[in-house]
């Protein structure tokens, strides 16, 4: 399994670039975009197509050259492959066949657009494609609604808007980006909340390849309460905002998951900023009883 670029050609590794050279077969997704590669690196190893639609046929196909002795390179469109394409099928059925599989890693559009993004990274959920319908799509997002883990799509530009208009409708005005392009000459990163990034997109309708980097939902699993306490309300604002949300956007939304007034979620972060304050010392450092 060997990573190819997501984009900008030069991302390929050298480990990646010699495996290629060295194989007896190379099992391409698009074979046309893998000859675009294999071209620029001078690279002359036979290419076979291996995707969605021939996965069954030429699967079995790949195992016999495998059980001969032959070497494969399983190549995505660009990425890892096994990742929102057939791959893993295929991985499964060598390891069942006690083929060996090994990994070049490499360049990967979800984490890429998750470090680009800016949102919290240390625990993420990637979906890959959404439903192309919008009653699936929308079923998939509120089944999403309440996960707390940043999330991670691919998208095609002509369902963006589209999309944009259900994730707000079912999670909120979220915080969001739409990355586009990785690693190409018109790399762009929209961030904003959904409806900015809506406004922008209706404005301007995107190109290229696509992926949607969400903020999580830290309200996870709490019940609606109007009696919680203020101490908790100020705690959950501070986990939208450290999580990319416009502090009024997450007073709104503490509000609504609690059923409060924003009144009261406002008061309950007064509080809390005079009690900080009454505790620090005069140089402004915290006070400790010695």
Known sequence: MVATPIGNLEDITLRALQVLK????????????????????????????YHQHNRTTKGRKLLEVLEKGGRVALVADAGLPGISDPG?????????????????????????????????????????FL??????????????????????????PHRLVETLVALREVFGDRPVAVVRELTKQH????????GEVLEHFTRH????????????NPQKGRARSGTVDGPTLAAEVGRLVAA????????REVARARGVSRRQVYAALLVTRENVTEGMAGDGRPAIDR
């Open 22 to 49: 060295e194989v007896d077969l190379i099992a391409a997704e698009d074979t046309r975009r893998t000859r675009k590669l294999l071209a620029r690196y001078d690279i002359h190893a036979p290419v076979t197509s």
């Open 205 to 216: 309708p995107p190109l290229g390849e696509i992926t949607l980097v969400v903020a999580g």
């Open 131 to 156: 439903p192309a319908g919008a009653s699936g799509r929308r079923r998939r997002l509120e089944q999403l609604a309440h996960e707390e883990r940043t999330l991670v799509f691919f998208e095609a």
């Open 187 to 194: 790399e762009e990163v929209v961030r904003g909340t959904a």
């Open 88 to 128: 893993a099928e295929l991985v499964a059925q060598a390891h069942s066949r006690g083929i060996a599989v090994r990994c070049v890693p490499g360049p990967s559009a979800a984490v890429a657009a998750l470090a680009v993004a800016g949102f919290p990274a240390h625990r993420f959920a990637f979906e890959g």
């Open 244 to 251: 990319g949300w416009k502090r009024t956007e997450a007073i």
